[in-house]
């Protein structure tokens, strides 16, 4: 285990590499052409210091910006205690240094993410949407799976990548504009003036590097992302022992057509299963953030054997056909029989749609921390937690009730 | 602004002036008659000056404007969104309304309103 984790760090760290020169190149061409004798060398001084800047950023609060962005908010065992409870089982199963923050999404799309420094700094985001879905053991598998980014250190390089493409994307933004509205106001005077073809050919590779600078990232980016998405399906099995789990879990996901409004290009792959849907795409397409999940509940009920790695490599290779290692050769060797045991998943929480969707619309109020007043006349007041007063009398018996301030 | 819920129905509703919020497409929720919901919903009638009170749209806090609805029989001046996020129905007014238009007795969202604010006999609670 320890050697897969060694493997991910490797790629981190070539990732990190490769965007660190991409940055770089991006700032050396945007200086060159904004001013052709010193520029270059200045570009790279800027790119620098905001890849520096960026850095630290995302090292000290890099999962808060995350977070923040995807509208995750921080949750009580009070919220949800089934989900502190599932939480907390897997990170005694996985051995966790610490127990992950616990956020929730308020958003009826299904899906969920892991963020964080490193094990002992992480969170696990999930949607009210998913909660309101699953069962305890589809749930489990989901949470399992989170665990398994953490685990795997795949958190770190994920908000690293992403904090990088996001860099990126902006610089190349910046200049893309800023050449689109300076030519504009009349930019012909400057590049008639000085510099001649040499400059130009400058010109135009900056303008080709900064639109293709963001695609090269994002593929980067994307290609380990989603291979990381079939190894922590394989770690979470580990986990639970119960492929089925997160099998269920992911049809149900699948089959979901509510959109994440809060999901953008750059966090995408942060989640389990990929937020942004589009129409008539590829799902294989290189540009996909994750591997299709079909394959990946295809694989997972392909496990009849046991629950370790070679069980799941051997589904993999089943479904795909292919001999490729997906897991890596040290994972392999642990030939410790893992059992599958027992499970629930695809049974329960079929309720009603209305009370399913009333549970749902509870627990997004709930994680807005909204009071809730049972009037014993049968009346639900649920108050919003800015309200101003310091009573609510109940419109349908008279009754006063005091509110939480 | 509250929110009620009884046997599964939620309203938005104001503690305070007894008012009541219904969000874009919750009226044509709320009147079951097909023929009833084209007519309602086709005599929207924007009112250009009022003495009325403009109301801020509790979703966007932008000023409201005075519709008048249901202007055949007795008209109701309720408060609609510019952008349309939704309705205002001062106390009352959502009552009357749907009392007014041919729902009949049956219309259980009539007695769901009755039961939650006591709109018949106005003894019990505040609601009346």
């Given at each position: 285990?320890?050697?897969?984790?060694?493997?991910?760090?490797?790629?981190?760290?070539?990732?990190?590499?490769?965007?660190?020169?991409?940055?770089?190149?991006?700032?050396?061409?945007?200086?060159?052409?904004?001013?052709?004798?010193?520029?270059?060398?200045?570009?790279?001084?800027?790119?620098?210091?905001?890849?520096?800047?960026?850095?630290?950023?995302?090292?000290?609060?890099?999962?808060?910006?995350?977070?923040?962005?995807?509208?995750?908010?921080?949750?009580?065992?009070?919220?949800?205690?089934?989900?502190?409870?599932?939480?907390?089982?897997?990170?005694?199963?996985?051995?966790?240094?610490?127990?992950?923050?616990?956020?929730?999404?308020?958003?009826?799309?299904?899906?969920?993410?892991?963020?964080?420094?490193?094990?002992?700094?992480?969170?696990?985001?999930?949607?009210?949407?998913?909660?309101?879905?699953?069962?305890?053991?589809?749930?489990?598998?989901?949470?399992?799976?989170?665990?398994?980014?953490?685990?795997?250190?795949?958190?770190?390089?994920?908000?690293?990548?992403?904090?990088?493409?996001?860099?990126?994307?902006?610089?190349?933004?910046?200049?893309?504009?800023?050449?689109?509205y300076s030519s504009l106001a009349g930019g012909r005077r400057s590049s008639s003036s000085r510099g001649g073809q040499g400059q130009l050919i400058i010109m135009i590779i900056a303008i080709a590097l900064s639109i293709l600078a963001p695609l090269f990232a994002t593929l980067l980016y994307f290609a380990i992302s989603r291979k990381r998405e079939y190894l922590?399906?394989?770690?979470?099995?580990?986990?639970?022992?119960?492929?089925?789990?997160?099998?269920?879990?992911?049809?149900?996901?699948?089959?979901?057509?509510?959109?994440?409004?809060?999901?953008?290009?750059?966090?995408?792959?942060?989640?389990?299963?990929?937020?942004?849907?589009?129409?008539?795409?590829?799902?294989?397409?290189?540009?996909?953030?994750?591997?299709?999940?079909?394959?990946?509940?295809?694989?997972?009920?392909?496990?009849?054997?046991?629950?370790?790695?070679?069980?799941?490599?051997?589904?993999?290779?089943?479904?795909?056909?292919?001999?490729?290692?997906?897991?890596?050769?040290?994972?392999?060797?642990?030939?410790?029989?893992?059992?599958?045991?027992?499970?629930?998943?695809?049974?329960?929480?079929?309720?009603?749609?209305?009370?399913?969707?009333?549970?749902?619309?509870?627990?997004?109020?709930?994680?807005?921390?909204?009071?809730?007043?049972?009037?014993?006349?049968?009346?639900?007041?649920?108050?919003?937690?800015?309200?101003?007063?310091?009573?609510?009398?109940?419109?349908?018996?008279?009754?006063?009730?005091?509110?939480?301030? | 602004?509250?929110?009620?819920?009884?046997?599964?129905?939620e309203i938005d509703y104001c503690p305070d002036c007894k008012g009541i919020w219904l969000d874009t497409g919750e009226l044509e929720l709320l009147i079951e008659d097909e023929t009833e919901k084209k007519r309602l919903l086709n005599s929207f009638k924007k009112q250009e000056h009022t003495k009325e009170k403009l109301y801020r749209c509790p979703v966007c806090?932008?000023?409201?404007?005075?519709?008048?609805?249901?202007?055949?029989?007795?008209?109701?001046?309720?408060?609609?969104?510019?952008?349309?996020?939704?309705?205002?129905?001062?106390?009352?007014?959502?009552?009357l309304l749907l009392d007014k238009s041919n729902a009949g007795k049956d219309n259980k969202v009539l007695n769901l309103l009755n039961d939650m604010f006591n709109y018949e006999t106005g003894t019990k609670g505040e609601g009346a």
């Amino acid at each position: 285990m320890w050697e897969l984790i060694q493997a991910n760090k490797r790629k981190s760290f070539f990732l990190f590499i490769g965007m660190t020169i991409l940055l770089l190149l991006l700032g050396y061409f945007i200086g060159s052409a904004v001013n052709p004798y010193s520029g270059g060398i200045t570009g790279i001084v800027i790119a620098l210091i905001i890849l520096f800047i960026l850095n630290m950023i995302s090292h000290f609060s890099g999962s808060k910006i995350l977070l923040a962005v995807s509208n995750a908010k921080e949750v009580t065992k009070k919220v949800h205690p089934q989900l502190f409870n599932v939480v907390e089982e897997m990170r005694i199963a996985s051995n966790l240094p610490a127990m992950p923050k616990i956020y929730i999404i308020n958003s009826p799309a299904p899906n969920a993410f892991a963020t964080g420094r490193n094990p002992k700094n992480s969170a696990i985001a999930v949607t009210a949407g998913l909660l309101s879905m699953l069962n305890r053991d589809e749930l489990q598998g989901v949470v399992a799976h989170e665990t398994s980014h953490i685990l795997n250190r795949d958190i770190r390089f994920m908000t690293y990548a992403s904090i990088m493409l996001g860099t990126i994307v902006l610089i190349s933004e910046v200049f893309l504009r800023g050449m689109f509205y300076s030519s504009l106001a009349g930019g012909r005077r400057s590049s008639s003036s000085r510099g001649g073809q040499g400059q130009l050919i400058i010109m135009i590779i900056a303008i080709a590097l900064s639109i293709l600078a963001p695609l090269f990232a994002t593929l980067l980016y994307f290609a380990i992302s989603r291979k990381r998405e079939y190894l922590a399906d394989a770690s979470a099995v580990r986990l639970t022992r119960y492929p089925e789990g997160l099998a269920s879990a992911l049809e149900k996901i699948a089959g979901s057509h509510e959109e994440l409004k809060t999901a953008t290009k750059v966090t995408a792959p942060l989640y389990i299963n990929n937020p942004l849907k589009r129409k008539g795409r590829k799902a294989s397409s290189l540009q996909s953030t994750h591997p299709p999940i079909h394959e990946r509940i295809k694989i997972l009920r392909n496990m009849a054997h046991g629950a370790n790695f070679s069980d799941y490599q051997e589904a993999f290779s089943n479904v795909k056909g292919s001999v490729k290692p997906i897991i890596p050769a040290s994972g392999l060797t642990d030939h410790e029989d893992i059992q599958i045991r027992k499970g629930e998943a695809g049974k329960g929480k079929i309720k009603n749609a209305r009370q399913s969707k009333r549970n749902l619309e509870d627990l997004m109020l709930n994680v807005d921390r909204y009071d809730f007043i049972n009037c014993v006349c049968g009346l639900k007041m649920k108050v919003p937690p800015g309200y101003s007063g310091n009573e609510i009398l109940c419109p349908r018996c008279g009754r006063k009730h005091k509110t939480i301030k | 602004m509250i929110i009620l819920e009884l046997h599964q129905v939620e309203i938005d509703y104001c503690p305070d002036c007894k008012g009541i919020w219904l969000d874009t497409g919750e009226l044509e929720l709320l009147i079951e008659d097909e023929t009833e919901k084209k007519r309602l919903l086709n005599s929207f009638k924007k009112q250009e000056h009022t003495k009325e009170k403009l109301y801020r749209c509790p979703v966007c806090n932008k000023k409201m404007d005075k519709v008048l609805l249901d202007d055949e029989g007795d008209p109701v001046m309720i408060d609609k969104c510019k952008k349309s996020h939704g309705l205002w129905f001062d106390k009352n007014e959502l009552y009357l309304l749907l009392d007014k238009s041919n729902a009949g007795k049956d219309n259980k969202v009539l007695n769901l309103l009755n039961d939650m604010f006591n709109y018949e006999t106005g003894t019990k609670g505040e609601g009346a």
